[in-house]
């Protein structure tokens, strides 16, 4: 899981080139973008390019709880493509269409046709490719801002610099999300009901 936010990009919001509080500002980052993958439950996947300079996605496999219906709200997206599906031992084809009997997916869901996801534990296991070219502006954006506060009130804290600061614990919290970045990060967070990744 890398950073959300390039420090390059931190620095140059803040008109700063070489800094003092490049410690501090390398520590936020990784800390921030933490934090927003927690907020949003779930990682945000980036493809990256190969020794061909072609764009290659995660590959993910994963284990669901099966809640004896037709649909699972898959973990990382979006999905690019699905490479198998079992339902306990079961090999499930890929549908041609999603008329057809088998598997198919949307950008954020794996559906069925012909079978249901039957009830039990882990007992639906699916391997799948997904995420981003690179990372959403918005999600870049708000982990910017995240940062940019977040160093602003530790530095301003009786004329802290980042030498006195770096033996802190740093840690994000609900508190340091405003409602702009919540606006940001609202089209990414989802909540996962009937079906849990393992």
């Known amino acids: 899981m890398g950073d959300l936010v390039k420090e390059a990009t931190v620095k140059q919001a803040m008109r700063v080139g070489v800094s ?41 496999s994963e284990y669901y709880d099966g809640k004896n219906n037709r649909v699972i709200p898959l973990y990382n997206t979006p999905i690019k493509v699905v ?5 306990g031992k079961t090999n499930i084809p890929a549908a041609l269409t999603p008329q057809d009997t088998g598997f198919f997916f949307s950008t954020d869901r794996l559906f069925v046709n012909g079978w249901v996801f039957a009830t039990g534990y882990q007992n639906v296991k699916t391997i799948y490719q997904a995420g981003y070219e690179a990372v959403p502006a918005d999600i870049e954006q708000a982990c910017r801002e995240m940062v940019l506060e977040k160093y602003k009130r530790m530095t301003d804290r009786i004329g802290q610099r980042s030498a006195s600061i770096m033996g802190q614990n740093i ?26 990744p393992g």
Request: include cysteine.
């Open 20 to 60: 003092t509080d490049d410690k501090l500002i390398g520590l936020l980052i990784p800390a921030c973008s933490q934090f927003i993958r927690n907020y949003l439950s779930h990682d945000v996947p980036v493809a990256v390019k190969n020794v061909n300079d072609v764009l290659e996605y995660p590959v993910f």
């Open 83 to 87: 490479q198998s599906v079992f339902i």
């Open 171 to 196: 840690t994000f919290n609900m508190s340091d999300l405003t409602d702009n970045v919540k606006d940001l990060l609202s089209p990414y967070k989802r909540v996962f009901l009937g079906a849990s």
